[in-house]
């Protein structure tokens, strides 16, 4: 199983960017798709999952409002889209996966074994 997260960079308070994580090597596309972010010194935070048929994406309390998780299952793809970015949104961003997650495990590192190289995202002026 690969992951492989694009899509990260530099952008203005207030500006919106899109990530991207292409998973490849699941046998199908029933998986937990998640994004978790690591700022300097800091741990990895949860940002965001869903499994294939969840209808609400579940959000860590820092982005709700803001970001919007998706997925494309045809292109076996997970999309981040982030809005209203902040400095301290500034972090490298993980996609992380795995097949079988219960929903109230979501939100730990330790539950995917699976995970992407990680996308840095600046939010500066």
């Known amino acids: 199983v690969q992951l492989q997260a694009s899509g990260g960079g530099l952008v203005q308070p207030g500006g919106s960017l899109r990530l991207a994580c292409e998973a490849s090597?699941?046998?199908?596309?029933?998986?937990?798709g998640g994004w978790f972010r690591q700022a300097p010194g800091k741990e990895r935070e949860f940002v965001s999952a869903?499994?294939?048929?969840?209808?609400?994406?579940f959000y860590g309390d820092s982005v709700k409002g803001r970001f919007t998780a998706s997925r494309d299952n045809a292109k076996n793809t997970i999309y981040l889209q982030m809005n209203s970015l902040r400095p301290e949104d500034t972090a490298v961003y993980y996609c992380?996966?795995?097949?079988?997650?219960?929903?109230?495990?979501?939100?730990?590192?330790?539950?995917?074994?699976?995970w992407g190289q990680g996308t840095l995202v600046t939010v500066s002026s």
């Open positions: 090597g699941f046998p199908s596309d029933y998986y937990v």
């Open positions: 992380a996966a795995d097949r079988q997650i219960i929903r109230s495990s979501y939100s730990r590192p330790d539950a995917y074994d699976y």
């Open positions: 869903f499994n294939r048929g969840d209808m609400n994406p």
